[in-house]
């Protein structure tokens, strides 16, 4: 605990950055819920946002933001980010350092531990797109992660890469992401089903993967596919949806504003990643009422089983394909599966349970580093 019982516990959070993401989301809603009630919290960023939605979050909710990374190369902005993180660190004097996500971990770790500060490591990916980095960078993250006192999880997957990485099992928690909704809403009244993808355009998130699919699904029934999200990949993958003939079929949503509405206007969420941790997507679609497919990775079937929708192995197109036919050709099934989902999410993913295990592990990792 704090040196003066009576404050709040000053905590540290960095992170790459504040752009659109499930991660940034939840850590985003996990200040607004906990800034000056709960937690005193300063944000640190390695690069600045494309996006303001969720600083402007944060400033509504009085959470002071800081980007450290600033410089015209690589090197340069690594190196005033440790510069600048130490002198944060040395000037507000925060009880613990909370890296989100693996790569803050790489910066942020070794200079909390060089100046005597508690680490609590958030892990929220099963191997993050960091792993495009070279085997050094990545070998330098995994010791960087080790310094932590406590690691959070947030999927039973993520918690056993966790102690792969050599965090001890006894200093992993598993935290399920929360989720606040509206509830679930009816399947949309149309002829023309709709199948929603909902990712930013990066090498792991399955867009060729979805492509391969979709030109592979033959049904009676007319469908289209909306995929909303941007990123690096974008130009890219519109050029291969063109290649393969689906232009007519496959609409560019861009970066997505109002998630609610977006899985109102579909029938069914689809997600084939290579990996991740626990997917907030697929969590906020099965919120909406909507029936799942997905890749059998990760975290994924923690949510997903024949129950919610389908799982399918990410080299077999062919099943995927012919899983989506199902879905595509029968509503009843899919308001079956989505009313299963959405109950399912409702018991899983509670946001006071989210907030309430964070506060626990940042009260447990401050008792940790003093005993």
Known sequence: MPADASRLPRVLFVIGSLDPGGSEGQLAELLARTHGTRIDAVVAMLSAPSDDRHV????????????????????????????????LMRSWRP????????????????IARLLGVPVLLARRNVSGHYAERGRLVVAAIHRAERLAVLATANSRAVAAETV???IPPERVRVILNGYLGTGPAPLPSRDVVTLGYLAR??????????LRVLGELHSDVAWRARLGGDGPLEDEIEAEAERRGLTDRVEFAGAIDDVPAFWRDCDIAVLLSDHEGSPNALVEAAAMGRPLLATAVGGIPELVDDEVGALVDPDDSAAAASALARLVSDRALRERLGATAARRVEERYPMDAFVDGHCAAIREALELARS
């Open 56 to 87: 402007t979050r944060l400033t509504e909710a009085g959470v002071p933001l800081h980007v450290v990374g600033v410089g015209r190369t690589r090197p340069a902005r690594v190196l005033g980010a440790l510069r600048r993180l130490a002198g």
């Open 95 to 110: 009880d613990l350092v909370s890296p989100w996500l693996e790569q803050s971990a790489l910066v942020a770790a070794p």
């Open 164 to 166: 792969r990485r050599g």
């Open 201 to 210: 355009m990066r090498t792991e998130k399955g867009h060729h993967r979805l």
